[in-house]
């Protein structure tokens, strides 16, 4: 530690011995006290310049200050008074050792420096020379540095601080001497033995002579230690209140409390919640009863090299009534444990793994805090130093205690959250579709992704089975988050299936949809729940014979269309009103689609980005529909597997960490039913033609090799074509459409009288035809159309054969 500025070096007898007791560095002021140059001595014991029977170990404390007997070059034994410095390990690491060889004498009463000492003064006063070497302190200075002012007499204040920070203090003091100005200095040093932190403001003053001249500087210094520990408690408390809590997931908040309270307020810091209970509910208020089981959540620690947990993230660990975690919780209070005492002792018998860890590490001191928020313990907090070499205080435990508190709040929130996100999705899962139907009209494919952070919301879609093989395909949007999101979105889908049985078309189901959404609205007012009910809905019926598609839609995305030889485009759909929002009409929309086209329909939380506007969505979705990749070109929509395709547009629209609303996808690619499939004849209306009609059907279905069904299909035929020419209007036509695992009889007339199943009395002779029918086939139905009704039946063919 040569001196900065060009003063004396020779005032003072200085030497550094490393970790090993080797002497490392050897002033000129040692070579004068001793006679030793450092070519003698630099890099050899410093126990050799011990007289016999003086002490060889050097002092582990902070600082050391006593009388050494040393042996000087001519062989005499020499009795030195010797202040000592153990440095910290991220200082050196080693050892300091000073005494001054000037200033021993009384001090000379004329001298402006010793006019300049305030004795008995309360305040702290240091006086310091133009070679800026101590003149003198005050008893309150004194009782600071635990050190007689005579002893220091003569020394530089980084002989006298012995760290780091003492030579920019030194600069200060060189800085009010040269310039005769007066400075203030904030400095933060380990005072103590205990190496807590003690911060001081030193008012540096120069001290002129009669003529003026600056003859040395006056340091009067002022503990504002507690005011600067309590600042430092409220800005930990502050940075609390903005990194805990940022998410709603409970193991980054925990995360966040681990990582807040490391380095500033422990070395170590474990958070270990309780498991949920198995059913679902609340956990049971109270402290939970010990032996307790705990899940660690998070843990955060100083020691990046070394391991310091003993239970992994994600472990559980029986924690006993001994144990500070067990003892916490018990007692529903903070309970600090340290070196030596009886609790840490019965703790560390319990455990031999902790005992052995805590050995190595050199832990010290604990805190173990409950986690407790509303009245409900979830777990415990525990701090733990090893590295600071301060023990925890009262303050200490307050803070800790602040700290978790405002984590337990937001855990617990955060726990609230993700059980009501889980009976949400859980909801919302039992709603949709497991899996989609094989039709003979469409190929499908679907996703469901729930918002990554946001709450579940009441996306759905769905694919329904309709009458003369052709399918409905839906896609809606529920207004809102939540489980009232999910139940809502629950019974549109009920009741668009419901609808869809009854045939209805697309602008006629969203106008019973909508008025269904109005009233929910208004139940929802009625029973004082906030906010309306409102949805948007896409509805689509596509018919594999004609190959015709008609849509609607009520303030939904319309859907991209992949022509099979052709780019992907928007369909232009009319604009239908929100479902909710009553009295305005929807419109349809008619198209006929070639096979292998394909339909692309979603929710509004696929084209959502934060870093893109509606256009680029657009764009990157038709990339991915046509197999356009940033890694080059695929196989599109139109060949490939449709479950590839909506694997690579989520991947390309929707961002790493999961979109911010809930996206729903449907993909279909359609198929169409070759003429060959289908038969149709014009049925006059002449019951005596009924037989004739039977023989035609049952020798078409053997063309189609279809002999099987043959029986049952020519009775079905008999009874619809008879209670068509009975009571239907003519013109009477008769169809027959399969499939490889369906045959479908319709038979339409202009009349739209509805038929209906009756129980037929005994000795009734009519009256049974439709019975018969529901009997024999898998299914029946009606439904309405632009020139009357059709009534159809469906056979099953897997089932025949």
Not at 279 to 294: A, F, K, S, Y
Not at 672 to 693: E, H, K, M, N, R
Not at 697 to 706: F, N, P, R
Request: charged share 25%; hydrophobic share 40%; proline share 7%.
């Amino acid at each position: 530690m040569s001196p900065v500025y060009p003063f004396d070096d020779a005032a003072t007898a200085r030497a550094v011995v490393d970790e090993q007791g080797l002497l490392v560095e050897w002033n000129e002021g040692a070579r004068r006290l001793l006679g030793w140059t450092p070519t003698d001595v630099v890099a050899r014991p410093a126990a050799n310049l011990l007289a016999d029977g003086a002490p060889a170990a050097l002092p582990r404390d902070h600082r050391w200050n006593g009388t050494l007997t040393l042996r000087h070059r001519d062989g005499r034994a020499v009795s030195v008074w010797v202040l000592v410095h153990h440095r910290r390990p991220e200082d050196g690491g080693d050892w300091l050792l000073v005494t001054p060889l000037e200033g021993g004498g009384p001090p000379d009463v004329d001298d402006p420096l010793s006019r300049a000492e305030l004795v008995q003064s309360p305040c702290a006063v240091a006086i310091y020379d133009e070679r800026l070497r101590l003149h003198g302190i005050n008893a309150a200075m004194a009782e600071v540095l635990g050190v007689p002012g005579e002893r220091l007499r003569g020394l530089r204040h980084p002989e006298i601080g012995g760290r780091p920070q003492s030579e920019n203090f030194e600069r200060h003091m060189h800085q009010v001497l040269t310039t005769g100005q007066g400075h203030d200095v904030r400095t933060y040093v380990p005072i103590g033995g205990d190496g807590r932190m003690d911060a001081w403001l030193a008012r540096m003053s120069p001290i002129t002579d009669a003529d003026g001249r600056v003859r040395g500087v006056c340091v009067a210094a002022h503990d504002f230690t507690e005011q600067y520990r309590a600042r430092e408690r409220l800005q930990l408390v502050n940075e609390a209140s903005v990194r805990i809590g940022t998410t709603l997931d409970v193991t980054r908040t925990a995360q966040e409390l681990a990582d807040v309270c490391v380095p500033a307020l422990a070395d170590f810091v474990s958070v270990d919640l309780l498991d949920p209970p198995e059913h679902g509910g609340e956990p049971r208020p109270g402290p939970p009863g010990v032996p307790v089981g705990l899940r660690r959540a998070a843990h955060s620690s100083v020691s990046t090299d070394a391991p310091v947990a003993v239970t992994m993230v994600g472990d559980t660990e029986i924690y006993p009534a001994g144990s500070p975690q067990g003892a916490s919780l018990l007692a529903g209070r903070s309970v600090v444990v340290s070196k030596g005492s009886d609790d840490l002792e019965k703790w560390l018998s319990w455990d031999p793994v902790r005992r052995l860890r805590i050995e190595q590490l050199g832990i010290h001191s604990t805190i173990s805090v409950p986690i407790r928020a509303r009245g409900t313990t979830l777990g415990v907090a525990v701090f733990t130093r090893f590295r600071h070499p301060a023990s925890f205080t009262p303050d200490d435990v307050l803070l800790a205690e602040e700290v978790t508190a405002r984590a337990a709040v937001c855990i617990d929130n955060a726990r609230r959250y993700s059980r009501e996100r889980e009976t949400a999705l859980a909801l919302q899962r039992s709603l949709l579709p497991r899996t989609l139907p094989r039709t003979a009209a469409v190929e499908a494919a679907c996703r469901y992704l729930p918002a990554a952070r946001a709450g579940v919301g009441g996306d759905w879609f769905d694919v329904i089975q309709l009458s003369g093989m052709r399918v409905a395909m839906v896609v809606g949007d529920v207004i809102g988050q939540g489980v009232q999101a999910s139940a809502t979105m629950g019974r549109l889908r009920t009741a668009v299936r419901t609808l869809a049985d009854l045939d209805l078309a697309p602008d006629e189901l969203l106008t019973h949809l909508d008025d269904l959404v109005v009233r929910m609205s208004a139940e929802a007012g009625t029973e004082g729940r906030p906010g309306a009910v409102g949805a948007t809905c896409l509805y689509a019926v596509y018919d594999p014979v004609s190959r015709h598609c008609t849509l609607a839609r009520a303030g939904h995305p319309s859907p991209v269309l992949v022509p099979p030889d052709g780019p992907p485009h928007r369909l232009d759909l009319p604009s239908g009103p929100a479902l909710g929002v009553g009295g305005l009409p929807f419109e349809c929309a008619e198209l006929d689609l070639r096979e292998g086209s394909v339909l692309t329909f979603y929710t509004d939380g696929l084209l959502e980005g934060r870093e893109r506007d509606a256009g680029d969505s657009h764009r990157l979705l038709c990339e991915a529909l046509a197999g356009r990749t940033g890694s080059g070109t695929v196989p599109d929509s139109r060949s490939g597997s449709l479950d590839d395709t909506c694997d690579r547009v989520l991947h390309a629209l929707l961002p790493a960490g999961g979109a911010s609303d809930d996206v729903a996808l449907l993909l279909a690619r359609t198929r169409g039913l070759p003429p060959s499939q289908v038969a149709t004849w014009d049925i006059p209306a002449d019951p005596a033609l009924v037989a004739s009609i039977r023989k035609q059907a049952v020798e078409q279905l053997g063309s189609w090799e279809l002999t099987e069904a043959a029986f049952i299909a020519e009775l079905v035929v008999s009874e619809l074509v008879t209670n068509a020419i009975r009571y239907g209007t003519p013109p009477i036509r008769l169809r027959l459409i399969h499939d490889e695992t369906h045959l479908i009889c319709e038979v339409s007339d202009t009349s739209h009288t509805a038929p209906h199943l009756r129980r037929a009395k005994t000795w009734d002779e009519g009256g049974r035809g439709l019975l018969l029918v529901a009997q024999l086939t898998r299914r029946w139905g009606s439904r309405h159309t632009a020139e009357g009704k059709t009534i159809w039946a469906e056979l099953d063919l897997l089932d025949e054969a």
